[in-house]
């Protein structure tokens, strides 16, 4: 039972950040229908940006945790949702009345544009950072083994929820939120309504990647090693995560992080580590047989 409860909130640290991945994702597919496969690389670059400012902020003696944390996670944030607004106007805005595939193979190309730009910039090696946080919290103990909640699974769980419920107000109660709900309906027609089309794609990419930048910072905190290639399989998973909560849907998306995270790490602890991926891939493929809109998804109505 205790090896088990730890496994628990491993899980859900882990899920916590393919959530925040996969609503990017989400957003960006409900309102303009494409995937964009360069989000993955978003939430990468976020890593190095975080990892970057923890660096400079030690070089001038900031070492509070708590004020450093956050000036990490606004700088991260900002610089990041930079990028994301970049790639909605390169790889997506001069694409969007094109045929379907055409933006899919820019994001594909962007994808390998940014992962070549950050190695050339920062170097192919893995780029190490010592632990801002230590210390834990014991919940219980028995048979010599010892359950135990770090600090900053605390922080990483607690900041996934918050950063879920603004967001779910900002979409429904908040002018923006209208307007992406009404693009994602009938772009043409919130267009002749009065609705800044574009302006609410941008800012759609610009919200996804800042959700990405802070699953950067915080994955940067948790294992204190990234390097280039991060973004591709944590991009890969988090996009099945929105697939298997239902694309489309932001609770889905969360819902679908949570049980990525549970079945890698209870995966990991009772069977083959090596196969824990296969596991994660072979579950959304059973889910989709049976539910082929997602676990929250809703079918898509074909407008004629």
Request: hydrophobic letters at 55%; aromatic letters at 10%.
């Amino acid at each position: 039972m205790e090896y088990f409860t730890q496994q628990l909130i491993n899980g859900l640290t882990l899920g916590s950040i393919y959530g925040l991945i996969a609503i990017g994702y989400t957003m960006v597919y409900g309102i303009v229908g494409m995937i964009n496969f360069a989000h993955g690389e978003i939430y990468m670059i976020g890593a190095f940006i975080g990892i970057i400012t923890f660096s400079l902020l030690g070089a001038v003696g900031i070492t509070w945790v708590p004020l450093a944390i956050l000036l990490v996670l606004i700088v991260s944030m900002f610089f990041t949702a930079v990028h994301g607004w970049a790639v909605e106007r390169i790889a997506y805005r001069p694409l969007r009345g094109s045929f379907r595939l055409a933006p899919l193979i820019s994001a594909i190309g962007m994808s390998i544009a940014l992962q070549n730009y950050v190695q050339i910039i920062q170097g192919a090696r893995i780029k190490p950072m010592q632990p801002v946080t230590r210390g834990n919290i014991p919940l219980m103990e028995a048979n010599g083994f010892q359950v135990n909640i770090s600090y900053l699974q605390i922080i990483i769980i607690v900041l996934t929820i918050a950063l879920m419920a603004v967001f779910s107000l900002i979409i429904a109660r908040t002018a923006l939120g209208r307007s992406q709900r009404a693009c994602e309906q009938d772009r043409t027609m919130a267009s002749l309504l009065g609705v800044n089309v574009d302006r609410t794609i941008s800012l759609t990419f610009v919200m996804g990647a800042a959700l990405a930048a802070v699953a950067g910072v915080m994955v940067t905190m948790y294992y204190g090693v990234i390097d280039f290639f991060i973004g591709f399989l944590a991009g890969l998973k988090a996009f099945t995560a929105a697939v298997l909560g239902g694309i489309g849907s932001l609770p889905g998306a969360m819902l679908g992080g949570m049980l990525i995270g549970l079945i890698e790490a209870f995966w990991s602890a009772y069977f083959s580590i090596e196969y824990k991926d296969v596991a994660v891939f072979g579950i959304l493929v059973v889910v989709l047989i049976f539910l082929p809109t997602g676990l929250l998804g809703k079918p898509e109505v074909e407008k004629v």
